[in-house]
């Protein structure tokens, strides 16, 4: 192969890459595709291998195909007075008599695109459309004879997503391109780590690969490097962790043996182990950063409580923290029953109010709960010596930090999530934190049984609905817009329907576009029984108690993962009652969303389900990008693979073990792998 002089690096800018028009460059730039480097670590979605096409015969199977086509005739038409469809008739390539109908849905512009004799490679699953078997919405790409033929035909074919405003094969073509001008020399960066291909030999195996099996190898490759950068990360925090001067928090339980004592029911067994986690950890001279992950009603507050109780016992005043005020107040009232009997000093302290129990602010020692008002709170003591952080996705990281770093001694952490994290992304997401698991639920709650239901049901279950109220019950409804969005359900359309079908009942309103004291007197009349029907979006997801509700009704369901689902019927079948989870939803029996739906109808264990949540959307959507730490995440695979997260994790622990600071000239290219606060920390 003839040598070609390099033109382009990682860092050169696409407006300087000759191929790409300045047209192009504009809509590259405003997906967020600046350089080379962005350009290229933008992934195929999935490959095609137009080696061998699939056969006409493999339409009926309800899998996708990929077939090489020629055009017969093109038409839009009309279905009733308003919806319009454009029907494309191909003929396999080759063939004469084999023909089937492609059709688009109000999008005319596809009738505009293709005409009679176009070559076409299509992808897309064939159904029955009336009594013929058509291919609804398929993927295609007009194939033409020009200098870049060959990298659409006869070889592995990258197809890649999105809507950049630019065809996907006018994209393959300036990637190709890309990489015939791009400097392959060895780069002296981190990934002889990585034992196969440089990385950008690499990268250009993943894009063009000679084989499906190259693909995944290639995939691999990047994800083992991703996943090390990750695992960095995580180790370096742990060790800014240990370096922290911290102190004893606990050394007797002789107040955990007087609440155990008013309390009218036995702690788990699964409580009393996390309960002897946090005790060993506090009572050591090291700082506690411990993660307590339960399902949904496992108790953890209670747990939080008891290391709490803890602290007091040894001197010190404890502080929980939780995302809203309404939660904060039922934690508030809540300690200060169980607590008052035993003498314990119990604080509230909100952005709008601050109550005391019966001391002042300043005496010690106490529990305090509050908001997020605590992180600007002046008057607190400076040295707190435990911070419990309740439905801690909800806070940022430098909120946490914070609460945290208030003094020269840093306090014992403990966060709470009754949000089930597969074993893999707390590998990763909190691997600087110890985990403490709740998997055991306490007894004396009502049964819950969930339904998947279409919305032609919904007189049935308006009815029901009924009788559950008659019986003195409350009801959730959740809708997933504020407003009406496409076909999804909003909570005003919710709300005029409730009041219509059960007009003799309360119905009220919840969503996150309400003031924050609306909401709160929302919730506080809901749990007076004020009102019998809450129509919400998903902020009632992390909300107050009310054993009295025993019906959560989910509209669109099938546009919630199974985590989320899970968490909102986290609301219900906390009381003695049996509860009632329907999940209402407009997809067809036979579809992969009904499927999915009918996974909580089978399994109540959050953390099963977080595992098959996990596979079907992947970690950003699982937990929240922003919070995740995974925002950026391109090869998010490696997610779900416990072996190359250990084999990442290992290579880190060696690299870090070695040279903590990442400063030699081995190790310092690392840095770049590395996050703000961490790159600090090497730095410095």
């Known amino acids: 192969m003839t040598e070609i002089t390099p033109l382009f690096s990682y860092t050169t800018c696409l407006k300087d890459v000759h191929h790409i028009s300045s047209k192009e460059c504009e809509l590259l730039e405003k997906s967020g595709f600046l350089t080379v480097r962005d350009l290229l670590f933008y992934l195929p979605k999935r490959y095609e291998d137009r080696r061998r096409f699939d056969e006409f015969g493999a339409l009926g199977q309800q899998k996708p195909v990929c077939l090489h086509v020629n055009v017969i005739d093109a038409r839009t038409k009309f279905a009733g007075a308003k919806r319009r469809y454009t029907e494309v008739l191909v003929e396999e390539k080759g063939m004469v008599k084999t023909r089937f109908s492609c059709i688009w849905f109000n999008m005319p512009m596809i009738g505009k695109m293709l005409c009679a004799g176009h070559e076409l490679v299509l992808f897309g699953t064939a159904k029955k459309f009336g009594k013929n078997l058509c291919m609804l919405h398929p993927d295609f790409e007009v194939v033409k004879d020009d200098a870049y033929h060959s990298i659409h035909l006869e070889r592995i074919v990258p197809v890649y997503g999105g809507r950049l405003g630019i065809s996907i094969r006018r994209l393959r073509e300036i990637i190709w391109g890309i990489f015939e001008k791009l400097d392959f020399s060895p780069e002296s960066d981190v990934y002889e780590f990585v034992p196969e291909q440089t990385q950008k030999e690499a990268l250009n195996l993943l894009h063009f690969p000679d084989s499906m099996e190259q693909a995944a190898s290639m995939k691999r490759r990047f994800a083992l490097e991703e996943c090390l950068g990750i695992q960095l990360n995580v180790g370096i925090r742990r060790r800014m962790v240990q370096a922290k001067h911290g102190f004893k928090t606990a050394s007797k339980t002789a107040l955990l043996k007087d609440l155990s004592e008013i309390l009218p029911f036995e702690l788990t067994a699964g409580q009393k182990q996390c309960i002897k986690e946090i005790f060993d950890d506090m009572r050591s001279p090291h700082v506690m950063n411990r993660l307590l992950q339960g399902d949904v009603g496992s108790g953890k507050t209670l747990v939080?409580?008891?290391?709490?109780?803890?602290?007091?016992?040894?001197?010190?005043?404890?502080?929980?923290?939780?995302?809203?005020?309404?939660?904060?107040?039922?934690?508030?009232?809540?300690?200060?029953?169980?607590?008052?009997?035993?003498?314990?000093?119990?604080?509230?302290?909100?952005?709008?109010?601050?109550?005391?129990?019966?001391?002042?602010?300043?005496?010690?020692?106490?529990?305090?709960?509050?908001?997020?008002?605590?992180?600007?709170?002046?008057?607190?003591?400076?040295?707190?010596?435990?911070?419990?952080?309740?439905?801690?996705?909800?806070?940022?990281?430098?909120?946490?930090?914070?609460?945290?770093?208030?003094?020269?001694?840093?306090?014992?952490?403990?966060?709470?999530?009754?949000?089930?994290?597969?074993?893999?992304?707390?590998?990763?997401?909190?691997?600087?934190?110890?985990?403490?698991?709740l998997e055991q639920m306490p007894s004396g709650r009502g049964e819950m049984t969930t339904f998947v239901r279409p919305y032609s049901a919904m007189k049935k279950v308006v009815s029901f609905v009924k009788s559950q109220i008659d019986e003195g019950r409350q009801i959730y409804v959740v809708s997933p817009m504020i407003e009406g969005e496409s076909k999804a359900r909003s909570v005003a359309e919710d709300l005029a329907y409730w009041q219509k079908a059960l007009p003799k009942y309360a119905v009220g309103l919840l969503h996150g576009k309400m003031s924050s004291e609306d909401k709160d007197q929302v919730m506080r009349d809901f749990k007076a029984n004020n009102i019998q029907i809450l129509v919400s979006t998903t902020v009632v997801e992390v909300g107050v108690d009310v054993p009295n509700s025993t019906v959560m009704i989910i509209n669109d369901a099938e546009r919630f993962g199974l985590a989320q689902l899970h968490q909102l019927r986290g609301r219900i079948g906390r009381g003695e009652h049996p509860s009632y989870c329907i999940l209402v939803t407009a997809s067809d029996e036979e579809s992969e969303e009904w499927a999915k739906l009918k996974i909580l109808e089978e399994t109540r264990n959050g953390f099963d389900l977080a595992e098959k949540d996990l596979q079907i959307r992947g970690p950003g959507d699982v937990l929240g990008t922003s919070q995740s730490g995974l925002k950026d995440v391109s090869f998010g695979d490696w997610i779900g693979d416990i072996r190359l997260i250990q084999r990442a994790q290992f290579l880190a622990n060696k690299i870090l073990d070695e040279d903590p600071q990442l400063s030699s000239k081995k190790y310092r290219s690392l840095r770049s792998l590395l996050q703000g606060d961490c790159q600090k920390a090497v730095i410095n």
């Open 304 to 437: 939080a409580l008891c290391a709490m109780l803890l602290c007091v016992e040894h001197g010190f005043s404890s502080m929980m923290m939780a995302p809203t005020q309404i939660l904060a107040e039922q934690h508030y009232q809540q300690f200060l029953r169980l607590l008052t009997p035993l003498g314990i000093n119990v604080s509230l302290y909100t952005g709008d109010k601050r109550l005391d129990s019966h001391v002042g602010f300043k005496s010690d020692p106490r529990i305090i709960v509050g908001t997020h008002a605590l992180l600007y709170a002046k008057d607190i003591e400076d040295q707190v010596g435990l911070v419990v952080i309740d439905e801690q996705h909800k806070f940022g990281v430098n909120q946490r930090a914070s609460l945290i770093d208030r003094g020269e001694l840093c306090p014992d952490v403990l966060v709470m999530t009754a949000t089930p994290i597969p074993r893999t992304l707390t590998l990763t997401v909190y691997g600087d934190l110890d985990v403490s698991l």
